[in-house]
């Protein structure tokens, strides 16, 4: 078990974001998160990257409860893990060389030449070595996601976490960033977990999937086991559909009221 | 009337000046690691310099030429216009250098300063950081301070040295002072602890505005409308201590 997600509770400003979630990622398997936006993925992803603690429960990472964990215990387990940001985060004062090269000259003191060899080895698994010159600003979105997994493998982490890397992508890069993942997974053994609402996308590629839905896990299996579901919010999910248990409406006062009291100041 | 209200503002006052202490020793911890990346801290302090460097010397000649001015036409009254040297190396030296530069510093790399590590924080790129184990406040955070730091009394120094080729421009070659009494005057009646005076001023001054600039773009709301006012607290936060440290440490230096 590389993440161990016990009964974890978290609150924003009193409002309730996830109320009792469970999850296991197990050693080597591709785990997806999937649920409606404004469920809590991302915030779920800050629990497992210790960058908030639980207010009840307990998240375990690595074999460590990161709520016990000092500064620089928290820095040690971090350099086991890779993240993959949605808008890439990569570094804007550095070219894409440096920003793949960045962890490395951090945390190790390798000769200038291997730095090189290893930068250059990663960027031509994503396909980007001939773009190693160019500024982030001067990047696609695609591309961008492309160098910052080049930047987040580079330190050979155990976990790599992805926070929606489909969401704006055109048919090809999307289909280049899912068999990274497949690749990573497969050649590195890099356990990986992916958050998203692409279910068709996750399903060819996910060995074991969850899906929240108002801060709990509605359903969890392999996709397979999720596609013959008939839990109506795992149905309402897969199918698309605004009516069901899961609310497509932030909680609003009554709408007719609202329209008919609208002329009122 | 609102007792209350006026509490409230005097809480949040004490409140928000002991998170900034507290972010000033954090980053004081961080700046001896930082110093382990020497790239980094002269390419701030170039940053700092080479942002401000020419407003700084436009803004210098000009006071120079206007103390000239005034000083003559005052000095004049006591027949005393070749002490005009004195007059501005003292104005500019303990007073309008340190002040005038942390201002102009504050509007234009302070500003600067606030609104990249705003934008920095509201597209992820400290985040990232955190999640590589690089500390954000040792890489991004404290070389930009110490920049500022070691940036502000050179820049001040440029300051006084083209304020008083500005002043001497006025009362030389303009008003017919006589170029040697004007510069013997000075170098006989400005005394070391004059420089100290300017030196310390600017260094605190340097401090209390790269601080001010840091923290705020540190803490700035993630969005553009955060970054914004982040960039305005800088001005206003910087001009305002630049000022009031200004007058305690002239009381200091004259009483001392
Ligand atoms: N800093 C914050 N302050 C207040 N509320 C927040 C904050 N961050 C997140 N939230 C709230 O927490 C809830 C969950 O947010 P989160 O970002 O985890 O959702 P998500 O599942 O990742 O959604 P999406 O799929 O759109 O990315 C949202 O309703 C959001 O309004
Ligand atoms: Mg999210």
């Known amino acids: ?265 | 009337m609102s007792n209350g209200k006026y509490n409230g503002y005097l809480r949040e006052g004490v409140r928000r000046m002991g998170a900034v202490a507290i972010f000033f020793f954090r980053i004081l911890i961080q700046c001896v690691p930082a110093t382990g990346r020497p790239r980094l801290i002269v390419y701030q302090i170039f940053n700092a310099g080479a942002r401000s460097l020419i407003i700084i010397m436009l803004a210098g000649l000009f006071v120079g030429m206007v103390l000239g001015l005034q000083g003559f036409e005052l000095l004049q009254r006591f027949g005393s216009e070749e002490t005009l040297g004195t007059a501005a190396a003292l104005g500019l030296l303990r007073e309008l250098g340190p002040v005038i530069t942390a201002l102009l510093f504050a509007g234009r790399a302070g500003t600067a300063l606030t609104s990249e590590i705003g934008l920095m924080r509201a597209t992820d790129q400290l985040t990232a950081m955190e999640i590589m184990a690089v500390d954000p406040l040792r890489y991004v955070a404290a070389p930009r301070f110490l920049g500022g730091v070691i940036a502000m009394p050179l820049l001040a120094a440029i300051f006084n040295i083209i304020g008083l080729f500005g002043a001497q421009l006025v009362g030389v070659q303009m008003m017919g002072i006589d170029r040697g009494s004007f510069w013997s005057q000075m170098q006989d009646s400005v005394e070391f602890r004059d420089v100290t005076e300017g030196v310390v001023k600017s260094l605190v001054f340097g401090v209390a505005c790269s601080l001010i600039a840091v923290h705020e773009g540190y803490h700035s709301e993630p969005t553009a409308a955060g970054v914004g006012l982040a960039t305005t607290r800088t001005v206003v936060a910087s001009s305002v201590l630049t000022l009031l440290l200004d007058y305690v440490l002239t009381a200091v230096f004259i009483r001392g």
Do not use: C, W
């Open chain 1, 1 to 265: 078990m590389v993440v161990d997600v016990r009964d974890v509770h978290y609150a924003i400003d009193k409002r309730p974001i996830l109320s009792g979630i469970d999850l296991r990622v197990r050693r080597g398997l591709i785990t997806a998160i999937m649920g409606p936006s404004g469920t809590g993925k991302t915030t779920l992803l800050k629990l497992i990257t210790a960058q908030v603690t639980a207010d009840r429960g307990q998240v375990v990472v690595l074999g460590r409860d990161v709520a016990q964990l000092k500064g620089s215990e928290i820095y040690a387990l971090r350099k086991r893990m890779g993240m993959l940001f949605q808008n890439g985060a990569l570094l804007t004062d550095m070219d894409v060389f440096e920003n793949v090269a960045f962890p490395v000259r951090e945390h190790t003191d390798l000769p200038d030449p291997l730095i090189r060899k290893l930068v250059f080895i990663k960027l031509q698994a994503v396909g980007l070595r001939g773009a190693a010159g160019l500024m982030p600003g001067e990047l696609s979105g695609g591309m961008a996601r492309r160098v910052a997994l080049a930047r987040a493998i580079v330190m050979d982490p155990e976990i790599l976490i992805y926070d929606e890397p489909f969401v704006g992508l055109d048919p090809i890069s999307l289909g280049v960033i899912m068999r990274l993942i497949k690749q990573m997974n497969e050649a590195l053994g890099i356990t990986s977990i992916v958050v998203s609402h692409d279910v068709q996308e996750l399903s060819t590629i996910a060995h074991n999937s969850y899906l929240l839905s108002s801060g709990r896990v509605a359903a969890a299996g392999s996709p397979q086991e999720l596609r013959k579901s008939d839990s109506e919010a795992v149905r309402q999910f897969i199918t698309g559909s605004p009516d069901g248990p899961v609310p497509f409406h932030y909680p609003a006062p009554d709408y007719n009221t609202q329209l008919l009291t609208a002329d009122e100041p």
